[in-house]
């Protein structure tokens, strides 16, 4: 089984702002919001799009190809399956850290709520355009849930798609931090 790699452009990763800020915990209009909190808001957002560097390694294969223990309950029945990990990139772990290091953890604190955000949109971009390749699928799918022990992220990284620039931690937590494992299912052949 051969991974692919996909370079998304980093438009794909662009969060909506709404969802940028609710994760950052700032709900309501955005009109309300303080013209010097709303000017450092979108100075995180444009910084956001300057440091990331997504990449998604992935692999599809029939199901008969991955242990039990990586496919989930709910997959029951899929005749193939896509794994993918998702990342933004070590630069943008390390201006997180450099902000709060420098005593902005505001700043730290709104540009890793973007980050979390932004590692979504890229998912939800490429969930659908392996759906525009296949035939119905299941939902996607990250381990940690379920059957599925966080600590299959290692398998997945080092085994199965053999990416040497993630780090997988003994938790199952991966490095960069804005970096993702997802399943998706297939119950029939592509198209």
Not at 33 to 43: K, M, V, Y
Not at 153 to 167: A, G, P, Q, T
């Amino acid at each position: 089984m051969l991974k692919k790699i996909y370079h998304p452009d980093k438009l794909q990763c662009l969060p909506e702002k709404r969802n940028f800020l609710a994760r950052a915990g700032i709900h309501g209009s955005i009109n309300t919001l303080d013209p010097e909190i709303l000017n450092r808001i979108n100075q995180i957002y444009l910084l956001g799009c300057q440091v990331i560097d997504p990449v998604v390694y992935h692999l599809t294969a029939t199901a008969e190809n991955f242990p039990l223990e990586l496919i989930p309950e709910s997959f029951l029945g899929i005749k193939s399956m896509t794994v993918f990990t998702s990342t933004l990139g070590f630069t943008l772990d390390r201006v997180i850290t450099e902000l709060a290091e420098s005593n902005r953890i505001l700043e730290a604190f709104l540009l890793d709520a973007w980050g979390s955000e932004a590692l979504e949109a890229l998912n939800r971009h490429f969930d659908e355009m392996m759906r525009s390749q296949n035939n119905s699928g299941t939902r996607r799918f990250s381990p940690g849930y379920g059957r599925v022990d966080i600590r299959m992220n290692r398998f997945i990284i080092e085994d199965l798609l053999d990416i040497k620039e993630i780090e997988v931690l003994e938790s199952g937590v991966m490095l960069p931090r804005k970096t993702t494992t997802c399943l998706i299912g297939w119950y029939h052949e592509k198209k």
